[in-house]
Nanobody
Framework: QVQVVESGGGLVQPGGSLRLSCAAS???????????MGWYRQAPGKQRELVAT???????NYADSVKGRFTISRDNAKNTVYLQMNSLKPEDTAVYYC?????????WGQGTQVTVSS
């Protein structure tokens, strides 16, 4: 009943920036119950890891590897979450997935590729 769609990925040189967007849509009864939204990433041959999360109240959490470089924000009116990525490093290369969750279930997007390379 909830669709999660990511956008904004691409190829960028080290030190560059990208802004990812994630929009959640579906039944209003579920959309209104979304508590947390966040970003996860998975590089080839590696496990999926948390990047950043934000609650409906604005509380944020970041992986140590991205603190000070990435900023997560949320537009509750649009049910959209953003990830501003600055000072990108090659090790940030991964497929980035958006997650939106209620108290009962998590919804995942299809992922968007971020490649950091010179």
């Amino acid at each position: 009943q909830v669709q999660v769609v990511e956008s904004g990925g691409g190829l960028v040189q080290p030190g560059g920036s990208l802004r990812l967007s994630c929009a959640a849509s579906g039944a209003s009864g579920i959309i209104l119950r979304l508590y947390a939204m966040g970003w996860y990433r998975q590089a080839p041959g590696k496990q999926r890891e948390l990047v950043a999360t934000i609650t409906s109240g604005g509380t944020t959490n970041y992986a140590d590897s991205v603190k000070g470089r990435f900023t997560i924000s949320r537009d509750n009116a649009k049910n959209t979450v953003y990830l501003q990525m600055n000072s990108l490093k090659p090790e940030d290369t991964a497929v980035y997935y958006c997650n939106a969750g209620t108290a009962v279930i998590n919804y995942w997007g299809q992922g968007t590729q971020v490649t950091v390379s010179s």
